[in-house]
Each structure stands twice: as C-alpha cells, then as structure tokens.
C-alpha cells in the first residue's frame, strides 16, 4: 500500500470514527501478511480492537460521570479484616443481578467499615457493563433535591434519577436533616421503587432512623418500608479498617520490648 493510499485511508477512518483501526491498521496489516491471514480475519481483528478501544473509552466515560469520590475494586477489598461480613454474598452482588431485579443494597455500619468502599465497587461493576450509574453524599443529594423542588424542576430531577439503573446513596445518617429533605428523600425512594437499584450506606442502626429524618418515625417507618422491601441488608460489626494501622502503631508503643529506654 502507497504512502498516499495510507493516508487516504487513515483520514477515511478517522472520519468514521474508527481512530484505533486508523492508528493500527498498517501495522496490523504487516502482521497479517506474515502470519497469511485472510482479508476477512484481517478485518475481524480490526474490528476486535476497535471495539475493545470503545468500550474502554466508554467505561472510563461512565466512571468520571458516575462521581465516585475514588475507584475501589471488590478485589481490593480485605474480607480477612471483617470476617463477619459474608464474601459470598458480597461477590453474588457483583454479578449485578440485584440490578437488573431493581433491588436495594443497604449496609450499615460504623465508620471506617468499609461501606463505601464495597457500594464503589458494587456501581464501578455497573459502570463496567455499560449502565447508567450515579455515586452521591446524601447532604448533596438533599440539597440538589431541595434546590429543584424550590426551582419547581423536582419532577424533572426526579425522572433523572428514575433514568439511571443505579443510585448509590453515600453516609446517609451523618447530617441530621430537616422535615423538608426528610420528605424529599421519601418522594425520591418512592419515585425509584422498583424502578432503578439503590445503594445506601449509613452509620445509622435502622431503629434510630426517625431521628435521621427530622424526629419523623412514620416518614422513616415508609423509608424503610421501600427500600427494605426488595434489598440485601448488610450490618456491618468490624473495627474501622482505617483505624487498623493506627491500632497497630499504639500497640507497638505499649510493647516494652519496642519502648525507648527511660531517660
């Protein structure tokens, strides 16, 4: 092939929106001419790259709009340092089928367990095969909530939220809220039920919710009502897996084997 037909054919690519066969064609095309491939297998693996290329530049598209604070990865995740949480299950919810069901996923547990952690993990899975994901604080969350119904575009953001497959609801139960975000997040969980997955995390036991929500047990009561209904619930009982280096540098101190010698 010409340097003039490369050229031609690189732009014609280019313009059709295929920069990976653009970017490898020649070289791919050297390779097939040793290894006497046919024109079609050429073209099948051509196509192979440029399809892997898209989706890798779709999944990294999906990440940065899902608004995850950091990427965390299951198999990052030290099931040793809570024993009490069960992996199985865990692992079960990575195969996204709680997803396709609607269903919610609500763990609960002090801070450091690893709660955020495993619902980024659990919605970068989704990001993974091309659903529509969105990572959240609760305090930001009600205040975008707060600021549509004020604008009169709560029905808008609403169907927003109803359009994506996953909604991951971070540290709910840190900020108390008053009875209008108490009633927003109700309309919110109602609006989604059955309609889009929900991931909450919370620090916050399930009996105390009423004062989560403003003192109001009956709008708590229908919360947990809707988002308990179809979910898998996780009570997470471990000690702060941030605090565990920090535990082991204050036992390192007590030793008197590692203490400094008196003055």
């Known amino acids: 092939m010409s340097e003039s037909e490369s050229e031609r054919l690189r ?5 059709l929106g295929l920069a990976t066969m653009a970017a490898h064609f020649e070289e791919a095309a050297l390779l097939a001419a ?5 024109y079609t297998a050429f073209l099948a693996r051509l196509a192979d790259e440029e399809l892997a290329s898209k989706h890798d530049r779709g999944v990294s598209l999906r990440l940065r709009k899902a608004g995850f604070p950091a990427l965390k990865t299951l198999e990052q995740f030290d099931f040793r340092f809570q024993p009490t949480l069960p992996a199985a299950r865990i692992r079960e919810l990575a195969s996204l089928g709680f997803v396709e069901r609607k269903e919610n996923v609500v763990l609960v547990g002090r801070p450091g367990v690893g709660k955020t952690h495993l619902a980024t993990a659990l919605a970068m899975k989704a990001c993974q095969v091309s659903q529509r994901v969105q990572f959240v604080p609760a305090p930001l969350l009600l205040d975008q909530l707060l600021a549509a119904a004020v604008t009169h575009g709560l029905a808008k953001q609403l169907e ?5 497959q996953l909604l991951v609801v971070d540290e709910l139960g840190y900020l108390p809220m008053d009875s209008q975000r108490a009633t927003l997040f109700f309309q919110l969980i109602s609006h989604l039920y059955t309609r889009t997955a929900v991931i909450v995390t919370s620090n916050v036991a399930f009996e105390s919710w009423g004062r989560v929500f403003g003192g109001d047990e009956m709008i708590a009561a229908a ?13 997470i009982t471990g000690p702060s ?21 008196a003055a």
């Open 11 to 15: 732009s014609q690519l280019k313009r």
């Open 34 to 38: 040793k290894s006497e491939l046919s």
């Open 160 to 164: 927003a939220y109803g359009r994506l």
């Open 241 to 261: 897996y941030r605090m565990k280096d920090k535990q082991a540098m204050l036992g390192e101190q007590s030793d008197p084997a590692v203490r400094p010698p």
């Open 223 to 235: 919360i947990l009502d809707r988002l308990l209904h179809y979910s898998h619930v996780f009570l």
